[in-house]
């Protein structure tokens, strides 16, 4: 097997799915000759022309809108919005009516398309190249927001967006890109959306992440058996909505204790509704307050001080250790 | 040459074919045949009659708010007469009488604008978008669709309706420039009517006309009088055709009035005067197209009577079938469905406690 960065096995998956089935499309900006700021889309326009690998205009709202246009007539779009930072300009277009076109039409036009964008903080970027605000799309009935956290993961969770009768927004952590290689399967491989995975098996305390927080989650956990001998459960997420709750639940019966990381600031975040979750479902098995090591209800600083604003290996550490005093 | 002029001066037409006394020029007159003369015509009259018995089913209670179109009838029964049933149409929301054109039932409609779903039904083979409510948000889905057109090599073209208040938005302008960018066969038609709820035109634009803003996006723009049956159609004729054979996008203005008000809840004496739609009342599209067709001798008194009356009869039937069918609707499980091709588990779960929830109040009402 081929070891592949995570943008390496971006574009596997979608060179695959657009030499299976001619109605996938690429479109956005950069996307063809340039192959796509990251290079997610490199060559794609060589192998398959820019009828299929198509250059649009600058401008979010319209890409999303033909996106939409485009799949209802049945073709598979696959957009690519250069910075979740800028998606906002399309904001509307998922909510209105890519979110509820096959509502509205009773099932009529459903909305088969994927919106691809770069989301998190970590690369030293500029203002608005940093964000991770996940939670306005899993706020959204009607769309699937899919976020992997590496290479043989997000290729797989690709191939089934791409796939997918709904409309799915997939989020990449940017940080992610180029952080590391994984073996990744020539064969087309899919995962289920929706499905949370478990990433490392313990018995003494859950952690619940996603997308970039996965690797000092799981750097977290092997710390705290090495230094401890503390077995931590670590839970990838992989799909934030809908959110698949049974196997958090499941785990939190078996552990007791939960600490949820994510880089989105903490208020309303996506680790507000999985705390509510693990209440309904595991409130009774709970030894101690669940944790949640997350970003700040702040814009995310500028590259100099966004080590301090994202949760750390010692800060999820930190947080494991004070649910495990408790009780 | 320090100010050599490279684009040269600009020149946006206006077309009118019936004049308001329903004079037609003979030179321009398109050529329709009588029996789709007649189609258009029973079509306006139906659109209207139609419009002023859901204006008194919203004032009786028996229908939630909604848009009427009143006086737009030949802006958009023109141009959507223009397209093939293979077509596709995408409308904003006062597109009922082009909807009708395409097959809508009135039943349906009946149904939407009494907050039923169901209302929203359309068949397999529909090329019709269901109604947009944010202003120009569906532009865009014209362009997509008439991209995935071309591609699939077929010769459909697209045709999207909206308002002059759309024009100021931002999708509008997007919409429109990729559809210049991609040379996709999208016909756009603004149904300039003047008022965007108590906005008028003056305050969306400062352009002469939205005509020429076709021009700073590299497409044809055309002003038409929208009351004008024949005028809009032959536009629109010649827009299709030029989509259809790969000639492009193409922008069409027409010059109409929103006699009534913006929604059922609108109350238009507020910000505009009786004079000013009387003026426009003056101007009935309908009234011309019948002296034109009455002076083409193919409509008499007789023959207006005869589809008055049918009229009246069809929309009675459909008014007694819709409020026969709803009673058949309302459950509100209804509501978990088409949100997703297949019910996640969290759906499935928060519809399972809806019916708990639901059986419950049953029940307590069943004690008092």
Not at chain 1, 273 to 282: F, K, P, Q
């Amino acid at each position: 097997m081929n070891k592949l960065t995570m943008v390496q096995a971006l574009n596997l998956a979608l060179r695959q799915e657009m030499e299976a089935d001619d109605s996938v499309i690429v479109l956005g900006e950069d996307v063809g000759m340039d192959g796509g700021v990251f290079r997610v889309t490199d060559d794609l326009i060589h192998r398959f022309g820019a009828s299929r690998v198509v250059d649009t205009p600058l401008a979010e709202s319209a890409i999303v809108g033909m996106a939409i246009g485009m799949a209802a007539y049945g073709l598979r779009p696959v957009c690519e919005i250069q910075f979740s930072g800028f998606a906002y300009h399309n904001f509307h277009q998922l909510e209105n009516h890519a979110a509820r076109l096959r509502w509205r039409s009773r099932g009529r036009y459903p909305v088969p398309m994927v919106l691809r964008a770069p989301y998190g903080a970590g690369v030293r970027a500029l203002e608005h190249h940093s964000e991770s605000r996940e939670v306005y799309w899993a706020h959204t009935p009607g769309l699937k927001t899919v976020i992997p956290s590496g290479p043989r993961n997000a290729r797989a969770l690709l191939v089934s967006a791409i796939r997918d009768p709904d409309p799915v927004v997939f989020y990449e952590g940017k940080a992610l890109y180029r952080a590391f290689r994984e073996a990744v399967p020539e064969a087309v491989e899919t995962l289920p959306i929706g499905q949370p995975q478990i990433a490392r098996e313990g018995s003494d305390v859950t952690l619940i992440a996603y997308g970039a927080m996965v690797r000092p989650t799981l750097a977290a956990a092997e710390a705290l058996d090495v230094q401890e001998g503390v077995k931590a459960e670590v839970i990838d997420l992989l799909t934030l909505s809908p959110l698949d709750d049974r196997l958090l639940v499941e785990s939190v019966r078996k552990t007791g204790r939960a600490v949820v990381v994510h880089e989105a600031p903490q208020s309303f975040g996506p680790g507000a509704e999985i705390v509510a979750r693990l209440m309904e479902g595991a409130f009774f098995y709970l030894e101690a307050p669940i944790e949640r090591v997350t970003g700040f209800d702040i814009v995310v600083p500028l590259f100099s001080r966004e080590k301090s604003y994202l949760p750390s290996v010692p800060r999820i550490v930190r947080a494991v250790r004070r649910t495990l005093d408790q009780g | 040459m320090p100010h050599e002029k490279i684009v040269p001066d600009v020149s946006i037409t206006s077309l009118a074919i019936l004049d308001a006394e329903g004079k037609v020029d003979k030179d321009l007159e398109p050529d329709i045949d009588i029996q789709t003369l007649l189609k258009l015509y029973r079509f306006m009259v139906l659109a209207r009659r139609f419009d002023e018995r859901l204006v008194a089913l919203q004032r009786q209670g028996r229908i939630g708010t909604f848009p009427p179109i009143t006086g737009q009838e030949a802006a958009q029964l023109g141009a959507v007469a223009a397209i093939r049933p293979t077509d596709w149409l995408v409308p904003s929301f006062r597109e009922t009488a082009a909807e009708l054109w395409r097959g809508r039932g009135l039943d349906n409609i009946i149904i939407a604008n009494n907050g039923l779903n169901e209302g929203g039904i359309m068949p397999d083979h529909s090329r019709d978008f269901p109604v947009s409510i944010p202003v120009a948000s569906q532009i865009p889905h014209a362009v997509g669709l008439a991209w995935a057109a071309r591609y699939r090599q077929s010769d459909e073209v697209v045709m999207v309706f909206f308002g002059d208040g759309a024009t100021s938005e931002g999708d509008f302008h997007e919409a429109m420039n990729f559809a210049a960018v991609f040379q996709v066969p999208v016909i756009f038609v603004c149904q300039n009517n003047q008022w965007a709820i108590s906005i008028p035109l003056s305050r969306q634009t400062r352009s002469e006309t939205l005509a020429q803003k076709a021009v700073a996006y590299g497409m044809p723009g055309i002003q038409v009088d929208g009351n004008d049956i024949l005028a809009v159609y032959a536009a629109a004729e010649e827009a299709v055709a030029r989509a259809r054979s790969g000639g492009g996008p193409t922008f069409i203005e027409c010059v109409t009035y929103r006699v009534l008000m913006h929604t059922t809840a609108d109350d238009p004496k507020r910000y505009r005067s009786d004079e000013a739609v009387d003026a426009w009342r003056r101007k009935d599209p309908l009234i011309r197209f019948e002296t034109y067709l009455r002076a083409k001798g193919v409509l008499d008194e007789a023959k207006i009577a005869g589809l008055q009356s049918e009229i009246e009869g069809e929309i009675k039937a459909a008014v007694d079938h819709a409020e026969a069918r709803m009673k058949t609707m309302g459950d509100p499980m209804e509501m978990f469905d088409h949100q997703y091709a297949a019910m996640p588990p969290t759906l499935r779960r928060q519809k399972a406690i809806l019916e708990r929830e639901l059986a419950a109040d049953g029940r307590e009402v069943e004690h008092e």
